[in-house]
Structure formats: C-alpha cells, structure tokens
C-alpha cells in the first residue's frame, strides 16, 4: 500500500478487494492500519461487507479491532462472529479490556460469552469484573513481565525474549520474591547497561512506587503522571503482585475524570457524547434541571417574601439578576480553582488554611473593585445615592460569602471522602442564591424610606 | 534506607545527614528517591539546609529534580548554583524542559542562562522557543534512538546499547532515509523478535503515525491517546525528523487542556493553582467578574424596559431568576458536551447535523417537561391560570433556544479556528439571558390584562 494514501482511498480499496474477494490483498492492507483505524474503516464501509470484513481479518487482527470499538458495537461483532470465533477473540483480548466489555452485562450474558473461553482467562477476567468501579482493581492489566530476584541479568534478557509478544511495555521487569511478593523493580535500560553475570537483585530499585488493587483510579493517575512512568504495579494488601496499569489506560482515566469534572461543575449529566440517543441525554440532564428549577423557586420565594419592599422601589429587581449570577459566577470560579487543584496536589491542614486565607482576601479585592464599580454605576443609571450604597454593599458582601461558599464547601466534602464536584455546583449555587437574595433585599428594606 | 520509611522520617534523617556533612550516606538515601520525592523533600527541609542539600546533590540527581520544580523554584536553584554547576545543569537538562524553562524570560535573562551552555544544545533550545506556545514543536524533546534504513537488526541494538542511557523510552526507534527523512518506526518487541542479520528496512514499519512540528498539541494528545503510543515522532513540512513527543508529557498537556476547558467553562481565570498568589488570583479572575457585571446589567436595562409590566404584576420577578438561570444552565450543558467531544472526536458535516438534531431533540423534551412542571406550580403557588401558561411556555421557548445556542455557538467558534470554550461561555449566557428575559417579558406584556 502506498504510504500516501488518504483514508478514503483506502476505504474503496478495502470495498474493492472484498467485493473481488482477495482476501490477501485486503490482508495486506489491514498489515499497514493502526487497530483504530481498522476500527474507522470498519465502521466507514457498507454494512452489507461487514461480515466479509470480519471473515478476511486474522484473528490476531480482529482481536486488536475489538479493542478499538465501544461496548455496542463490540458485542454486534461478537454475534457476528459466531460462538467459535468469538470465543478466540475473547481469549486473546487483554483482559482490562474484556473486563470493561462484561461489566454491566448481567450474568446470564457474561455466562454465554465466557462459557467457551479457556478457563483460567474467563476466571481471570471475572475476578477483575468483582473490584469497584474506578478502582486500579478494575483496570489493571495481566501483560506485564515478571522475574524472580535470583535471576541473572543474562535469564531475564531469555525470558523477556519469550514473552516479547505477550508484554504490552517492556520498559520495566518487575522483580518478585520467593513469597511472589513485588520485591523491586529493573528498567530495560537498566538491563542494556548492566553485564550478562550480574544478580537481579542487586541491580533491582527496591523502593518501589506501586498501589493497591482498591485505590481509586484518579490516584494512579496522579502517580504516573507525577513520576512520569510508563506502568505502574498493583499489589494486593500482602504486597503480592497482581497486575500492572499501564499508561494509555491512565491518559483514558484522566480524559474520564477531567469530563466527570466538567459534567459536575457545569451539572451537565453524566457520560454524554457525540453519539448518545436524544432521549437518553435528556434522561441525564433532566435531574440537574429539574432540581435548579426548585433552586430558582427558592429564590423567588425569598423575592415574594420581600414584595412590599420591591412593589416600592421596582429598580430593584433590575440588580437582582446582576447580584445572584455574579455571586453564584465567583462560587464557581473558586469552586472550579479547588476541584482541579486537587487532580495534581495532595491537601494538608497547612494548605487548607493557605487555601482558605487567600480566596478571602480574593474575595475582599474583588467585592472592593466590583462593589465599588456598581455603587457608580447604579447612581448616575438611577440618580439614587441610597440605591448605589445599598447595590455596591451588597454586592461587596456577596462576593466574598461566595467566594468563600466555593472554596469552603469542597474542601469539606473532600474531607467527608465525598467527591467534592459532586454535590458542590448546585449546592453552592442554592447557598449563593440565597445569601445574596437575602443580604440584597435585606439591605434594600433597612433602607427603604431612603430609597422612595 | 529501610524500604519501609515514611516521608516525615526520611525528611528527619536527611536533615540529619545534612547537619553531620555525611555526604555519602545522603547520596544514598537519594539514590533510592525518584526525582518528584527528591524535590518534595527539598521544599520540606528548613532554608538554612537548603544550599548543602543542592551541594551534596550528584549532578544527575540535581538534574532530574530540577525537572520536577516550578519555573521560580528553578531559577531560585540555579541563583545558588552559581554560573559553573548551573551550566552543566542546564546542559544536561531534557530540552524540552530546558524550552519552558526558558520560555517567557526576556532574552538578556535567557543569554544569562545559556552563555556558558554547549553552544550546540543551547542552539537546539533557543530553536525550540521559538515554535509557538501549546505546538507540537514546543514540546518535543530529542532524547531519541533514530537509525539509518539500511542497518540491520545487530548495528541497531547496537546503536541502542551506546544510547541506552539517552533516550527516554526504548520503546520505537524511527527509521530515517538517506536524505535524513522519516522512514519508519521499529519497535524494541520487533528486534527482539526478528533475527540478528535482518534487514531494518524489511522489519519497519512504513505507514509511521507522526505529527508536523507545527500541530498544536491537543492534537499530538489525542493521536496518541487514540493509538495507545508511547512517543510520537515530530517531523517538519520536508518530513525531516526533528523530535519525539513522549506520553509523560501528552499526560500533562491532557490535564492542561482540561483544565483550560474548566477554566473557560466556569470563567475562572487562567492558570490558578493552590499556590497563586491573592493578588495575581484576583487579577485573573476580575476581567471575566467585570465582564459578567456589565451582562447583568444588560439584563437589568431589558427588565427595566417592562418597568410597567413589573409594576402591575410583582410577580412575575418571582419567576426571572429561576428562568434566567434555567437557560443559562441548560446552554452550559449543551456547551460542555460540544466542547468536551472535541477532544476525542473529529466532526465532519454529517455529525455536524447529527448533533444538532439531537440537540433540538433534547432541546424539546426537556423544554416540555419543565414547562409543564413549572406551569403547575405557578397556578397552585400564585393561584393564577394565566401566569402559569405565561412562565410555563416562557421556559419551554427560552429552554429550546438555549440548548442550541449552547450548541451551535461552540461549533460556528471550532469552524472559525477559535477555541469553543473561550468565548462561548459568557457568549451564551448574555444571549441566553437577554432571550429569555425578552421572551419572559414579551409574553407577559402580551397578557397583561389578563394578569392583572
């Protein structure tokens, strides 16, 4: 295949070798494509040379395409495939993948799948489905290489050789005692510099970075990206060795976490894409809605509480969007500030306290700028003294409450293991609509007979 | 050093080490610390420690924690280095670490640095500051294994061996021709499974996955996350390799840009970390705050225009905010799920239409469903038939309206080569609010007689 085809050119070559039936040809092609790309191809093509698609591609192939489809269309190919040939495919899928395919199908489905599979493989892949979701239990990976520390440097070199095909990365050996216990760990390159004679273990790092199968995925994610590795090993609690996670899964796990993030703080719904049905989006984003539809009737039942005051000076109500979106803006902002500090840095009491003193003095500089900025500006709009006084002070006011509602409230909830984007962005938009509702219209009726 | 040594006690005995001058035993401790600990301790022992703990420091061990430090700490470290150890710091520094090091110091501060740099290195950097901020050519590295097409498999491990302790991942090798253009890519699994006297170029693999220098690096991010790489090869228009792109660093630039996205999607101002100071915090957060007073008052000058309506029926304040932020949440949402698509999808025409489709779909459905909801609730709250129709077909038209403005907005932006996130965000919310106070307020005009 020429190098300089664009992939629409090699989509009609595939169309044409399967319509001619050259099965070599199209074998060839498939030689020189990306698993993801064969995926896209697969999925460009008519359905009607689907099928033919799946018989021409070799298993190892096939295997490798699989791991590049969503759940969906996964399990269309597997039915396709037919009970024999879908059975090898799930062999020789790597089992984190396998295991995402059969976690939320219910038993009896997984039992279909699996009941053909080598049994050793299908027990593998149902122990990983029992870990929580999120966990590093969950999605570890059994491709990795292990030695025992007694090896030379020359029988390490022998048995990475033989299982070169089954590790994902070969950049580190990880070394294991006679109790299967993780006792160190060999980088390749370490390897390369070290004589043929040399002991393991005595070229081994023994202090290991490793996590344990429960630790929350988020966290494995903040260890290989703080120490730049390209896996990391997972022990259970007696430090045995039980799998590696490896960095493409990381860069997924901090693409997932980070859309969680966004999903909460701007409580968008969960896990909506390009391809989800309208109903289901609108399933997901129905809850946040409807619950700040009655945040927003809490605030109106604060201005009904206060209608003698509005029907008296109706200029009121021309500040009150201005008030409660810029408090509810700087709860998120700071809201924003701690949830995304918090996927690179650990927290202690020291810098809770840090943390806390600077938003408020963030707090007091920006209420100064901006309370000051409307007094003037409600006074030459509405040539009200009072009304300007009333507007800057209270916007003051609210600025700093939710400045700190923001950076408080999560901190908390991170506290209680709760995580803190999750309940923060309506619960901080509620508490800010209330506060700067009340100081508001509280300030306003003090100084009512001013206001007339 | 006890495998088993918590943080605090190796803080304690590094500290101990430092103040009896016992050199080698805290080049031992070190030894067995990887460079994000080394610097973590660093920042943790008192002041008066610091400067024998950078004398007592093995060049290499100095060098990779410098890589693990903030820009000021860096240069605070190179100040007490002195202008000899500095140099051979920075000569020995990644140089795409060196690159943003230097990047944003003004030239006569970067002369200072590299002037008694190996003027072949220092060339290579200042060349790489030059590629704009957030490209592919910005943050590539050239600690690479590159081999000429003819040698065979025994001349390449060769090679690998003498460099070895110079490229980061052993992972690939790129394959260059005679005219130094990229040919190929073999990895280490390949030489290790093919035989001593192969050919290279019979092993490669030609159609190589790599980005133009001039990509920006959210791209280089998602092609490697597609296809699960660990390095990508950087090449220039001519196809002359001239760098790696690594996985460490795409992890980095993935939690960059989602946390860029977050900080557009909630206006929270660029770059602010736990350890911002309140000033520069306040600083970056005001443009957006100031932005969003002068929208609010935007609102406030559409509500003063129904001064009339408001008068006569008070109640309809009761309802402005719960519509306003309704809106206003349900574009965020929209908006998320555009702006959080494009960092794993591609969008042609027909998703084009796909997602606009099924944004009005949704649009529809959650606009009757609060509609509706919000109908029933104002008639038993305010005990009026009209209102409730009035705020009821007021949310379903301002619901529609803002779904696909939180839609079609980010897209038009992407189209036109702007970033969606950065403008949509207080984009659609002044739209969002100035639609539905106008639609809330018209309808209400419209019915005035009957809400009397």
Not at 260 to 279: C, M, Q, R, V, Y
Not at 366 to 382: D, H, K, P
Request: with cysteine.
């Amino acid at each position: 295949m020429s190098m300089a085809m664009t992939d629409n050119e090699i989509t009609l070559a595939i169309i044409q070798t399967l319509k001619e039936g050259k099965k070599q040809t199209f074998q060839e092609l498939m030689d020189e494509l990306q698993p993801y790309d064969m995926a896209c191809q697969y999925k460009e093509i008519p359905h009607k040379h689907r099928n033919k698609f799946l018989i021409y591609l070799s298993l190892e192939h096939l295997t490798e395409m699989m791991q590049e489809l969503d759940k969906e269309e996964q399990l269309d190919v597997l039915g396709k495939l037919g009970i024999e040939k879908s059975t090898q495919v799930l062999d020789l899928m790597e089992n984190d993948n396998l295991a995402s395919l059969l976690a939320d199908l219910d038993q009896e489905q997984i039992d279909d799948l699996t009941s053909e599979m080598n049994r050793e493989e299908s027990k593998v892949v149902q122990n990983l489905i029992k870990y929580p979701k999120e966990t590093a239990g969950r999605i570890m990976n059994n491709r990795y290489v292990w030695i025992p520390k007694h090896y030379t440097v020359r029988e390490a070199v022998d048995k990475i050789k033989h299982f070169a095909e089954l590790a994902e990365y070969l950049n580190y050996l990880y070394v294991i005692d006679e109790e299967k216990k993780l006792a160190g760990v060999v980088s390749y390159k370490d390897l390369i510099l070290a004589e043929l004679h040399d002991k393991i273990e005595d070229i081994m790092y023994s202090r290991v970075v490793k996590s344990d199968v429960h630790t929350d995925q988020e966290e494995v994610a903040k260890l290989i990206s703080r120490y730049d590795f390209v896996s990391l090993p997972i022990v259970t609690a007696d430090d045995t060795l039980v799998g590696v996670i490896t960095v493409d899964d990381v860069i997924d796990v901090v693409i997932q976490e980070a859309n969680e993030d966004i999903e909460k703080l701007s409580a968008s719904g969960k896990a909506i894409d390009f391809n989800t049905k309208p109903w289901v989006a609108a399933y997901r984003r129905l809850p946040w809605l409807i619950l700040l539809l009655f945040i927003g009737l809490i605030s109106g039942g604060i201005i009904s509480g206060f209608e003698d005051t509005l029907e008296t000076v109706v200029a009121l109500a021309y500040f009150m969007p201005m008030i409660a979106g810029m408090t509810g803006n700087t709860g998120t902002q700071s809201l924003a500030v701690v949830v995304r500090g918090l996927v690179s840095d650990d927290l202690d009491m020291k810098r809770v306290i840090k943390l806390v003193l600077r938003e408020l003095w963030v707090g007091l500089i920006i209420g100064v700028t901006c309370g000051l900025l409307i007094s003037n500006i409600a006074y030459f709009w509405q040539g009200s003294f009072t009304l300007g006084i009333v507007v800057g002070s209270s916007l003051f006011l609210t600025l700093i409450i939710g400045t700190l509602a923001g950076t408080i409230i999560p901190l908390i909830l991170y506290k209680l293991n709760i995580d803190p984007a999750v309940a923060s962005g309506p619960l901080i938009t509620t508490i800010n609509d209330i506060f700067s509702l009340l100081i508001y219209f509280g300030l306003a009726s003090m100084f009512i007979s001013k206001l007339m």
